[in-house]
């Protein structure tokens, strides 16, 4: 089945995965969270004990889901193609940026969507860095800049990420090793089986229809195609419908309970560095996490970035905090950027300057012939 | 109203910088064709390819063989 030979298709893909979206945020996760790659990512690094901040531990099944569920449809479509060798230590610093990034926006390109469904106006603002971080990253492509070029490998290459992540699922479903939060984010969620269906579905409609929210940016810039675009509006749509039926939609800047500061030019920064590295790097972190799925060990490689950069987050206190209410006083208490946090988002707007102007095709030690 | 889709000649290749360099040389040498997300038909990747007409294969051949730019593959797709 070919999702991508009419906008209806891509239309009808995107609200799929909001509608999956919306009922995992019915079933149990954490407010407007719904389905945040960057936010899951670093709950999953929680549980395997790669920082032990106790409120964002759990192996998130929405993860696990959609890898495999890229690998499963890849397989059985014929499209899993094991290779790698592109820069696979500059995509694991990318990888890196762009959770320190989405950290300290608190949210992912995904999230920034489903927050901006919900009335969030910090979300919005947050699009303008994003856009604007894609729009750098696509002025690097045309001055030249390449990663240089992926290599067949061997298969056992490409199933290694898929491996793990059902490992991981083993270790959830049979084994006490995993860390779990007794409160915070990471204690709600949608039950396993519903987290673990949800994350299928959207993995394998992902997969189809190659759903990435910089590279829907990137190609309206660069070519005027508005194909990825469309599944992000689906997406939208969807969780703007459930977030006013169900009153969680909510016009504002500093509403409490929400995860989410209004620190405006942190999240305009926070998100700029995401919109830039996921450009450099080939794909928002949902889009790694499918292209890991089906085959591509640099993409596998960026997801461990992911990982280490979330980690690097939580135990050098670079993510931000969100506003919410004070239980004794009652007060709202202001989420903020740490100052660790915006020293480190400065160090990744530069690294990826020099990333995008140091990397270029034709370059004299040939990364990209 | 719907364009009508015509066969057309998609060249794609190893990397974004590449497609890119390709849309450079063909504007400066007059070649008809424009840069396009690879068809999901040819690829489950989210790279670029250079769309052009089926007629113009042997010129942009010469060209790409003249600046030793590498191509993956030479597909006809309607577009």
């Known amino acids: ?369 | 109203m719907l364009r009508k889709k015509t066969m057309k000649l998609v060249i794609t290749f190893h990397t974004t910088a590449d497609a890119m360099a390709m849309e450079e040389l063909c504007k400066k040498r007059g070649i008809g064709g424009r840069l396009i997300p690879v068809p999901r038909s040819i690829s489950a990747g989210c790279g670029l390819a250079f769309c052009a007409e089926e007629s113009a294969l042997s010129e942009l051949e010469t060209a790409m063989s003249e600046i030793g730019l590498d191509r993956e593959g030479v597909h006809h797709c309607l577009i």
């Open chain 1, 1 to 369: 089945m070919n999702l991508s030979d009419s906008k209806l298709k891509l239309l009808i893909a995107g609200i799929g995965c909001g509608l999956a979206a919306a009922c995992l945020a019915y079933f149990g996760n954490p407010a407007n969270m719904a389905f945040c790659i960057a936010c899951f990512v670093r709950d999953m690094a929680g549980a395997l004990g790669l920082h032990s901040a106790a409120p964002v531990q759990y192996a998130r099944p929405e993860i696990i889901g959609l890898v495999l569920g890229s690998f499963v449809i890849s397989a059985v479509t014929g499209e899993f193609r094991s290779n790698g060798g592109s820069s696979p230590m500059i995509r694991f610093i990318l990888g890196m940026v762009i959770m320190i990034g989405s950290l300290i926006f608190l949210g992912c390109p995904l999230r920034m969507v489903i927050r901006m469904s919900a009335g969030d106006i910090n979300a919005w603002i947050a699009l303008i860095g994003f856009a604007c971080g894609v729009a750098t990253g696509c002025f690097a492509l045309k001055k030249g800049f390449s990663l240089g070029r992926a290599y067949e490998t061997g298969t056992g290459s490409g199933i290694v990420l898929p491996a793990l992540m059902a490992g991981v699922l083993i270790l959830l479903t049979c084994t006490t090793l995993l860390k779990f939060s007794e409160a915070g984010p990471g204690s709600k969620h949608a039950p396993i089986l519903i987290s673990l269906a949800g994350g299928l579905v959207v993995g394998v409609l992902a997969q189809k229809s190659r759903m990435c929210f910089a590279g829907g940016i990137r190609d309206a810039i660069l070519m005027r195609n508005f194909d990825l675009l469309t599944i992000i509006a689906g997406l939208f749509g969807v969780m703007l419908i459930f977030n006013i039926a169900t009153g969680r939609f909510v016009l504002g800047m500093n509403t409490p309970g929400i995860i989410a500061h209004s620190d405006t030019l942190w999240n305009i920064l926070g998100m700029y560095a995401v919109g830039f590295a996921a450009v450099l790097a080939g794909g928002c972190p949902l889009r790694q996490l499918i292209l890991a799925g089906q085959g591509s060990s640099d993409s596998a490689v960026t997801v461990l970035g992911l990982f280490t950069g979330a980690a690097l987050c939580h135990n050098f206190g670079l993510a931000s905090s969100g506003t919410a209410v004070n239980a004794e006083t009652g007060e709202v208490v202001a989420g903020a950027v740490t100052a660790n946090g915006k020293i480190a988002c400065v160090i990744c707007i530069a690294v990826c300057f020099i990333i995008a102007f140091t990397n270029k095709r034709n370059s004299k030690r040939g990364a990209a012939v």
